[in-house]
């Protein structure tokens, strides 16, 4: 598995098993099983995912030692305060079974992001989390919070797939070396993006997926990508795509079927985020 160094030194391993929408105890104990003998370490949840009990008593039970593994959880918008931020990062952490965190994240850039910043920012100079993030953060978000933080966020995990690319975000985090990580990297299932003609063609010539050849792209992007599936043969295959390279032609096709079509809500919309 490759690694990516994020800006404060700690290495993540550049895919990871996203968990959304996995509630019930078993399909979660199951995935993650069949993630970590495919070769998984690195796990995304959030407090709103419902399953963050599941995930770390999955984890509890499995022969890997902590150490080897990689945790992300996200910080819901129900909080808004410094104080609640500290109770709900002790709550996490309670539910995951750990005593620190790797990576924690504002989940959307809701109410009060700067002041929940702040006591992330002491939750990490406490040695309590690793890495502190953002997600769903976009220019006028992320310029309003650089002015005030004194720690530089490591990531913003945001909605990006072939149909809806990203690029000037990309380029933004990219100068501020912020690393980009890709949710919904696979679309979802909103689109018909895995049986897209182009990504198929691409996949054929390599005996590969599509679903393949899109996390591969993603990857050759410098991306960190957590792709979910609860199917064994699945997660196999999403992890399988460290054996071969796009050439700067496909990279360049694939570059050409973006649509700016997001499949979530839009982070600037103020009234959803209220
Ligand atoms: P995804 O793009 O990973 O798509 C998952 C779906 O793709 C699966 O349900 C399945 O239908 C299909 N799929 C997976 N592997 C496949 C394969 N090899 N072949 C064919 N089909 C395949 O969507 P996602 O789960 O929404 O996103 C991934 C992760 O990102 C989530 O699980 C979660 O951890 C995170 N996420 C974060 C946010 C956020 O706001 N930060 C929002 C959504 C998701």
Do not use: C
């Amino acid at each position: 598995m490759e690694t990516i160094t994020l800006n404060n030194g700690v290495k993540i391993p550049q895919l990871g098993l996203g968990v959304f929408k996995v509630a019930d105890d078993d399909s979660l104990k199951n995935s993650i099983n069949a993630a970590l003998a495919a070769g998984y370490r690195h796990f995304d949840t959030a407090k709103i995912y419902h399953n963050e009990d599941g995930v770390g008593q999955a984890l509890a039970d499995a022969d890997v030692k902590r150490e080897d593994l990689f945790v992300t959880s996200k910080l819901w918008d129900n909080v808004t305060t410094y104080d609640d931020t500290k109770r709900a990062f002790e709550a996490s952490l309670k539910r995951l079974q750990m005593d620190y965190l790797d990576m924690y994240l504002i989940h959307w850039p809701s109410e009060g992001y700067t002041e929940k910043w702040r006591a992330m920012e002491d939750l990490y100079n406490e040695g309590l989390i690793k890495a502190i993030g953002l997600s769903n953060f976009e220019q006028p978000h992320l310029e309003k919070l650089l002015a005030s933080a004194k720690v530089l966020p490591v990531v913003d995990q945001i909605e990006t797939h072939p149909y809806f690319q990203q690029g000037t975000l990309h380029g933004l985090l990219h100068d501020l070396n912020i690393r980009h990580e890709a949710w919904g990297p696979l679309g979802q299932g909103k689109s018909d993006v895995l049986t897209n003609p182009v990504l198929a063609d691409i996949a054929t010539a390599y005996n590969k997926s599509t679903a393949q050849v899109i996390l591969r792209w993603h990857l050759q992007r410098g991306e960190i990508v957590i792709p979910k599936s609860i199917h064994e043969a699945r997660i196999q295959q999403n992890i399988d795509v460290f054996d071969f390279a796009l050439t700067p032609a496909e990279m360049a096709k694939i570059a050409g079927l973006d649509r700016n079509q997001r499949g979530s809500s839009d982070p600037q919309d103020e009234a959803w985020l209220q």
